[in-house]
């Protein structure tokens, strides 16, 4: 079975967790397990989020005179590369003498995509009023919006319409027996001119809507989105809260979530099942074998009794 997983933030780095190296490593080696326990009985193509890693790279680099502020496009393939390292090196730890790649990929996006006419992704440093004021005179393109008491920058979160290396993706996918980590952050963004060239756009691309054109055009039986939670449930925190076991699209869409985060992963799981995918999950990193098995996480199927089910 060919299963698309996406490592969602706080699958691979916890909330409030500081961002050292070590620490990350050991995120990333707990996350390997997970993944290589996968591995080892089905063919996976992993993505990863890299927002915290961004923000950091952007941080140090906002405060060397000498470096600048980097393309966001730049920063991506940085922690593409720096995770996708991490990932791979662990992976092979785990699966001695298997076939592991890390590639780089870049996301199509439109250029005029409604998206950028309404910038609200925040990424990057807190600044106070007096920071704000002072980097938006060094960086007059940049937009600033509040957060609270801060200001963060804000960019376009444009959907993604093509993974330029799906051709290639395919070719390795093919073999059956090669593990691919690819689609860091949801790749990095990129548009074509009106003679076809490519060019860098800054922009963010939601990861969960990226790894479902790429388990779209990989044909992929699976995808499975991992993050903190166990399954989605229905009135979260509340008495009367429920863990769902399985749904059609229908029925998932027609819930309400607090959460925003929430509302890509729902769309991205309809989609995919939609289009042709056996199923769609989303649950715990450390539960991935309960999740195929069907102990745990969520099911999103075309043909649940019901529409909707529940765990007791």
């Known amino acids: 079975m060919l299963v698309v997983m996406a490592l969602g933030a706080n699958a691979i ?5 500081p961002l050292d190296m070590l620490v990350q490593r050991e995120y990333i080696r707990a996350a390997a ?7 080892k009985q089905h063919q996976v193509v992993l993505t990863h989020s890299n927002g915290p890693q961004v923000g950091l790279l952007s941080l140090v680099n906002e405060g060397n005179e000498d470096v600048g502020s980097s393309l966001l496009g730049v920063l991506g393939a940085q922690t593409h590369s720096m995770l996708g390292f991490m990932l791979e090196q662990e992976l092979r730890n785990e699966m001695p003498g298997r076939k592991v790649c890390t590639i780089t990929t870049q996301t199509i996006v439109d250029s005029d995509d409604p998206a950028f006419k309404k910038p609200s992704q925040m990424v990057g440093s ?3 009023f ?3 004021q002072a980097v938006q005179s060094a960086n007059p393109f940049w937009q600033l919006q509040q957060d609270g008491n801060y200001f963060r920058r804000v960019v376009a979160s444009p959907s993604p319409r093509e993974i330029l290396e799906l051709p ?5 996918v093919s073999s059956g027996d090669i593990t691919v980590i690819c689609g860091g952050g949801g790749g990095i963004p990129v548009r074509r001119d009106c003679e076809g060239k490519l060019h860098g756009i800054e ?6 809507r990226a790894t479902q054109v790429l388990a779209e055009g990989l044909e992929a039986d699976a995808l499975i ?4 939670t166990e399954a989605i449930t229905t009135n979260a925190g509340q008495p009367d809260s429920r863990m769902i076991r399985e749904c059609t699209p229908q029925a998932l869409e027609a819930l309400t979530f607090a959460d925003i985060s929430m509302t890509p992963k729902v769309e991205s799981l309809c989609h995919f099942v939609r289009a042709g995918g056996k199923f769609g999950a989303i649950g715990a990193l450390d539960s991935v074998q309960d999740i195929l098995a069907g102990r745990s996480g969520t099911f999103v199927k075309v043909d649940v009794s019901d529409g909707i089910t529940y765990y007791d």
């Open 33 to 39: 397990r997970s993944v290589a326990s996968v591995a």
């Open 168 to 172: 290639s993706l395919r070719h390795i």
């Open 130 to 132: 007096e920071e704000a």
């Open 203 to 208: 922009a963010v691309i939601d990861q969960d």
């Open 13 to 17: 780095h916890p909330r409030g967790e």
């Open 126 to 128: 807190a600044y106070t």
């Open 225 to 228: 989105l991992l993050t903190e």
